[in-house]
């Protein structure tokens, strides 16, 4: 795993081990199971177990994108309020023209670039990756999902 102290564009992606590969290993391991099961016999027992093996990987999945999508919330709060702090006027109040994707990404910049990439984003209206790009020096995220 990456040391989150010293991040970089490179290594700012965050793998959960137990989610990602053991979770939906097994899951995914259920669905072809169930599927190659149910074409070898088919069924009502194994036309059941396909559809709980299909909910079982949908509810994983959404799961996931709820905590997600909760976390880009908070994002945008906590960003919010540091850009409140730390932007002049007339950036200040262009805050809200932001995208979700920018806040994201904006979340990475130290302190000191953040007027900078906040200004050339809504100039340029650059996109998550561009702005992550242009980060110099990267203020590490320990606390994603």
């Given amino acids: 795993m990456a040391d989150l102290k010293s991040q970089t564009y490179e290594t700012h992606h965050r793998f959960d081990p137990w989610y990602h590969f053991v979770g939906f290993g097994l899951l995914l391991v259920a669905l072809v199971l169930a599927l190659v099961e149910l074409i070898r016999q088919p069924g009502v027992i194994t036309v059941w177990a396909l559809l ?30 540091r850009m409140e702090r730390l932007l002049s006027e007339p950036f200040r109040s262009r805050v809200s023209e932001l995208t979700p994707g920018q806040f994201i990404a904006l979340r990475f910049a130290p302190d000191a670039e953040l007027p900078t990439l906040v200004e050339q984003t809504l100039a340029e209206k650059l996109d998550r990756e561009a702005i992550k790009k242009r980060i110099q020096t990267w203020r590490p995220d320990t606390f994603r999902v």
């Fill in 52 to 81: 709980v093996s299909i909910v079982l990987m949908i509810t994983f999945l959404r799961l996931r994108i709820y905590a997600l999508r909760n976390q880009d919330r908070l994002i945008r709060l906590e960003e919010t309020l």
